[in-house]
Every structure is written in C-alpha cells, then in structure tokens.
C-alpha cells in the first residue's frame, strides 16, 4: 500500500473508494462506478419484468421510465464532468 507523508500522520493512498454511492478511482475515470450501475440496471431491469403482465401497458411504460430516468440522473453532474474533461 502506498502513503504519503504529512506534517502529523501518514495518509494511505487508495485505488478505490465509494461515497454517496459513487465509485471512483486515483485517476477519476468512474469506469468501475459505471460497471457497477450498468450490471445493478440490468438486475433492476429484469426484476421488473416479472410485473410486465400484471399492469397495464402505460403503468410499466411509466415505471421503468421513472427508474432509468432516476438511475442515469444520480450524479449526473459528476459524470458530465467526466466527459467534458476527456
């Protein structure tokens, strides 16, 4: 493991860390935090269609918007600094 040195403690150096449910690395690529939401979706996703047939069409229609809409905005500022920095 790594540290750096300072003034009254060393600090480890680490490769990955969560906060607020976001997943970032030393070099904030977010590409785990990206894996990670795309694979947790596609579980959601699926789990929800278990329901399909017992709702009407505009129901799931409005369900599955409300939860893919939801997904992409949390933390939508970060990952939009993301691309504007590449």
């Given at each position: 493991?790594?540290?750096?040195?300072?003034?009254?403690?060393?600090l480890p150096f680490i490769l990955l860390f969560v906060t607020l449910g976001v997943t970032m690395d030393s070099a904030l690529t977010f590409s785990q935090h990206i894996s990670n939401l795309t694979r947790?979706?596609?579980f959601h996703l699926r789990r929800v269609r278990i329901i399909r047939k017992a709702v009407s069409v505009p129901i799931f229609t409005s369900i599955v918007h409300a939860y893919v809409c939801?997904?992409?905005?949390?933390?939508?500022?970060?990952?939009?600094?993301?691309?504007?920095?590449?």
């Open positions: 493991m790594l540290c750096f040195l300072t003034v009254f403690h060393t947790s979706s596609y939801s997904r992409i905005d949390y933390c939508n500022s970060l990952l939009g600094y993301l691309a504007f920095r590449l």
